[in-house]
């Protein structure tokens, strides 16, 4: 039995690839980099090191591996749920009242919305997989440098913005129909 469905494994494709990319690259980094690497990006640039390990050179490969997983399984979990317009009256009442609207609060009205909004859950999941590529553009630095160069945080930034708006227009397209 397959882990997640073929769509869900479809629009998966990206962040695999895009998490394999990064374990590599920060493999064939890692014997480059110096003993104190980046623990916190401030404003100012970096303003906390810590020693160099595993754990610290792969933190942002880790954490996106872990979202992937979620990601992964909530785009699953949404393509599950029985979509309201497939609800039969018993099925979305089975008590009246203000119980049965908040049953069918968070469910997806059509089976092609639930897959839109599986989509746009693995697409944000891809934009966060860019944003923390720039990060490890940083993080993973020959030389123990401070300063951050400026494009970092739009780079950071508009990945993760342009998944957000997709994501939220999908749902609010689903909560229109």
Do not use: Q
Request: with cysteine; hydrophobic share 55%; glycine share 8%.
């Amino acid at each position: 039995m397959a882990l997640f469905s073929t769509s869900v494994r479809l629009w998966l494709l990206p962040n695999a690839v895009l998490l394999v990319a990064l374990s590599v690259w920060g493999a064939l980094r890692y014997p480059h980099l110096p003993g104190r690497i980046p623990k916190h990006i401030g404003v100012d640039g970096v303003d906390a090191w810590t020693d160099k390990s595993i754990g610290s050179a792969f933190v942002l490969v880790f954490v996106y591996a872990g979202m992937t997983v979620l990601m992964a399984g909530c785009a699953e979990l949404t393509l599950w749920l029985t979509p309201r317009d497939e609800l039969s009256n018993a099925d979305a009442a089975p008590f009246a009242g203000a119980r049965a609207a908040s049953s069918l609060l968070n469910r997806p009205g059509s089976r092609a919305s639930a897959r839109r909004i599986a989509r746009a859950l693995l697409l944000l999941d891809t934009c966060i997989g860019m944003s923390f590529l720039a990060g490890c553009a940083v993080l993973w630095r020959s030389t123990p440098d401070p300063n951050v160069p400026g494009w970092l945080l739009v780079a950071m930034l508009l990945p993760l913005l342009v998944g957000t708006a997709v994501t939220v227009a999908a749902a609010v397209s689903d909560r229109k129909r």
